[in-house]
């Protein structure tokens, strides 16, 4: 009972915020304002604001949240590492590379995009595991970590590398996207996230069960039953996939699928069906509030959201290194 109380607390805070981000902006707008916009009444300029620009936007970052915060749970769990996560171990790099190339191929579609996104985060996560088991220390969180810089770093170059020849205009935005927004939200790029979004939280609270077994280590994971190998990849393939969804939607928001399972953690959760679920409520609540940060700390200019979710990350993440050194 304790618990269900908790966690209907925790989706309040997190509709507050959603209203919140709703409601203030360039125009601030009064509850009841909003209430009547998105009943499609009142006056045409505030239900333009409400259902064509804060709702998409409110909408696209819980998504994002939701997907980061289920992928670092996910991969935290599997690999016995409480530093892992999708922006530090090179995966949205390797995303993002994905997204550039497809772009200046010219395919940006709400499916192609996606895709080469997920084929260059499955690269990069492969990349990065197989760098840290070559030295030896697949389990050891601070060789794992170093090799998803070094992955991470690449990707930022060949990144570079694919802006080098691209019109201003062109570098501007890509490098905007790479800091991570979700500025330009619209209803088309929120129901396709939405659908693997969906797909991929599926999918890992069915494994949910192989994700506690290998939290035990590999060699209890065999003792009971579990393909650790097997069960491992397909984790790590499910993950990529949603980091790679919300890179595709919303650019680079790093420290987030770091951060939210610690929370989650906190509060008594330790199965990672319900540590899952979890992660993608408060994930959902901490991107909302980290775009509404980002757009009114400095009026009416608004900062890149990876940047505010990094000032919140860092040093949370040196806080768990040091507990690790």
Known sequence: ??????????????????????????????AHA??????????????????????????LAMLVGAGLGMAGAALQGALRNALAEPYLLGVSGGAAVGAVAA???????????????????????????????????????RVLLMAGVIVGAFANAAIMVMLSDAPPNAVRNALWW???????????????????????????????RDIDVLSLGEESAAALGVAAARSSRIIFLVAALLSAATVAAAGLVGFVGLVVPHLV?????????????????????????????????????ELPLGAVT????????????RRLA
Not at 34 to 51: F, K, N, P, S, Y
Not at 310 to 321: D, E, K, R
């Open 265 to 301: 953690r906190s509060l008594g959760v330790r199965r990672h069906r319900a540590l899952i679920a979890g992660a993608a409520l408060v994930g959902a609540g901490l991107v909302v509030a980290s775009d509404l940060v980002a757009r009114l700390a400095r009026p009416p200019a």
């Open 34 to 59: 909003v209430a009547e916009a998105l009943a499609g009444r009142g006056d045409r300029v505030t239900v333009a604001i409400v259902r064509t620009l804060r709702l998409p936007r409110a909408v």
């Open 103 to 141: 772009v200046a191929l010219g395919a940006s579609g709400p499916f192609v995009l996606p895709l080469a996104s997920f084929a260059g985060a499955a690269l990069a996560i492969a990349v990065a595991l197989l760098v840290a088991r070559a030295s030896g220390g697949r389990a050891d969180p």
């Open 1 to 30: 009972m304790r618990a269900t109380l908790l966690w209907i607390g925790v989706a309040l805070v997190v509709l507050v915020l959603a209203v919140a981000a709703i409601a203030y902006g360039a125009v601030p707008l009064s």
């Open 310 to 321: 990094a000032l919140l990350g860092v040093p949370f993440f040196l806080v768990q290194l």
């Open 178 to 208: 790479m800091m991570g927004s979700v500025g330009d939200a619209g209803w088309v790029t929120v129901s396709w996230l939405a659908v693997y979004v969906a797909l991929g939280g599926a999918l890992l609270l069915w494994l949910a």
